[in-house]
């Protein structure tokens, strides 16, 4: 990304996943993506009891198990280790799929290529010709969950704008986008458009519109 | 923390709105949330759409909410049950709406909505009165019929045991409608047997997981064969 | 029935359970409807193992419990007590009739008013304008067991006949039935129709067909 | 006496044909029947359409198998597993057909086969290009695409403890596809890790009654972490 336009201080992952999880109210049923999204369970305090899901049939996951105390049955979706808390439970694969194609998970925080202002998410495939795309859970959370947050940088390593008017690769679902978390800002998706809600420290309206494809909209 | 148990029936049976559709759990005596609708007569909720198995048996339960012409409309595969006397008056003298859906039908209904399927084909029902009206398809050589999900504002669920995040296990035949309807309503109310501290029930035994379920009541009332 | 036209001996309900009970192999999972066919668990010796299902989510049946063993959760679909068999389970009403209606069971053999020589059986409502007919899981045990047996008189207690060339009650399933037991045969349904595999002793087939509105044929 | 457990894994192979549907359980390395998979490569059927939540890794199990060329189309959602080198090697070539399924999609049009459900509308995938070519249909004001019930010839199932009438039960995340797998599958052939009495496991704990499984055996092989 471009740095010459301020002075600024990009928000680091952890503080992306902090700032995230903080919006996150206890009670809620949450599945997290692969990726960044991940970070977030960190972020949330145990006694803030947030019921983390993944789509392998598991519900009620807590944090990563120290290495002497891993349980080898016991993965979330991106094939990491994970503990149990008090009050989880196992099921299978259509079951788990109901929760989230039913709309009983409160949210889900995906990583993605692109999201319009529309609401429309890209995130599993970067190009129409894409010769064995990996699509996942992605296509079921983005439709069947009752909020879609996403957690992405701003831009493009090479500083393309990921906040887009149209996404440009193959959708995951359209219009299924609620609010999207980046580097630099927290952008609700409302009938307006991109709403602009929290900037990084020391960036201007008009920096953020520059790295930004669509319109943006101040709250 | 975490807290689905109420502590009161008027906990339990707060919003429940006119017009509603409540799916009532249980098969037979076995299963069935006695104490929550007994709750649901008390809480004065009317015009209601009720799905079950059943029509209500004698003059209590189901059968008294009809009596007190709360229910305008049941969906059940077996209006015949035992006694079935308030229904059948009701349902002669045109006070009640019936639609009558083949038992697995109404299962798979419910599930259906539950898991996010506005609607499936089925086998069950073709060449019946139970397919007029309703679209035919082909599919590999046999002919179905489409029905939709049923979903409900409202279900009323009997566990053997829950814990505060609202994780339920069932006893035996007890089991029946209930867990289905767990996923196919808004609001899922459960009297319980018996509450288990967070963390007693086994992960891999939870039949219902908590995810389906808003309020729970604990109502040990013991046997079935009572009712 | 009129009895003028042979001396015979037709089949008790018990025989007519037994008979059909020795057609059942080992290994076979059944659910067995509401009434006379309920009878046919008590002919099948508990060492031949043959699998009992009933709608409301058992799986594993045994014999009705004696008085002072009854456990007042366990019942069947004609709510009646019943036991568990060692390796027996219990399942939710959608996964029950997902073993009948994904074709799971093996048998199932049900009452009924009218069976047509094509298959068509009619079990559930004796009239078009029958008010409020009780359906249950019949239709779906029909069009969904692998067999479907009927057990039934062979004709109403007026000398009407039950096998009929064409069902005038309506129907629970057409062209569903495989084998009918009644009190005077054994009736398989075949391409060609009934065919007649055996008969009560005494009876003749004229006297037979005399009782049947539909074409039989012998095996 | 039923006994499905069978003493050699040609007795648990028998009769696979060549052109099959093999379900294959799992996610991950949790869960997955390794043995039988290698079993399969043993026993030869070819022209194989594999369903299974990824396509293989490294050299070995699902991997091997198409290595070997008896693969000739694979159904999952997530080719991009870690190492999927044989996988993307074969596809490159145009060696392997591949048919990309949203996850959920994929357990379902599995369960839905096993359930009896030969088609189902579902929101998943709408407005994406895995809607491309799909019924369409606007129910209750959101819009739906037709999906089809996958049918398994053969499930390939890993669970916990198993008896002789294949009752199941599966460890922590180890159930995953693996109940899905087994009610969708004309053949369901079983490894287990435990085998346990007839009346030992606890019928309400059973997670697959026996009625979906065909062929038990019994493979103790520890811990997934090794795979």
Known sequence: MSATTADFKPFTRQQMAQRAAADIPEGWYVNLGIGIPTLIADFVPLDREVIFHSENGVLGMGPAPEKDKIEPWLINAGKQYVTMRAGGSFCHHADSFAMIRGHHLDLCVLGAFQVADNGDIANWATSENDTAPAVGGAMDLAAGAKRLWVLMEHTTKDGQAKLVSKCTYPLTAPGAVKRVYTNLATIDVTPRGFVVTSMAPGLSFDDLQARTDAKLHLA | ?227
């Not at chain 2, 049923?150 to 867990?179: C, H, I, M, S």
Request: one cysteine or more.
């Open chain 2, 1 to 227: 923390m975490i807290n689905k148990i109420v502590q009161t029936m008027a906990e339990a049976m707060e919003g429940i709105k006119d017009g509603s559709i409540v799916l009532l759990g249980g098969f037979g005596a076995v299963g069935q949330p006695n104490a929550l609708i007994d709750g649901l007569i008390e809480q004065g909720a009317k015009n209601l759409t009720v799905a079950c198995n059943n029509a209500g048996t004698g003059r209590i339960g189901l059968a008294r909410l009809m009596d007190l012409g709360r229910v305008s409309k049941i969906i059940c595969s077996f209006p015949r049950s035992s006694d079935p006397v308030v229904f059948e008056t009701l349902y002669r003298e045109g006070k009640i709406e019936l639609e009558i859906v083949p038992q697995g039908t109404l299962a798979e209904r419910m599930r259906a909505a539950g898991a996010g399927v506005p609607a499936f084909f089925t086998a069950t029902g073709v060449g019946t009165k139970m397919a007029v009206g309703k679209e035919h398809r082909e599919i590999d050589g046999r002919t179905y019929i489409l029905e939709k999900a049923l979903k409900g504002d409202v279900a009323l669920v009997e566990a053997w045991e829950a814990d505060r995040w609202g994780n339920l296990t069932y006893k035996q035949a007890g089991r029946n409608f209930n867990p289905v309807m767990a996923m196919a309503a808004d609001c899922t109310i459960v009297q319980t047997q018996h509450v288990r501290e967070l963390g007693e029930l086994n992960p891999d035994h939870v039949v219902t997981p908590g995810i389906f379920v808003d309020r729970v009541l604990h109502v040990p009332y013991g046997d079935p064969s009572g009712f």
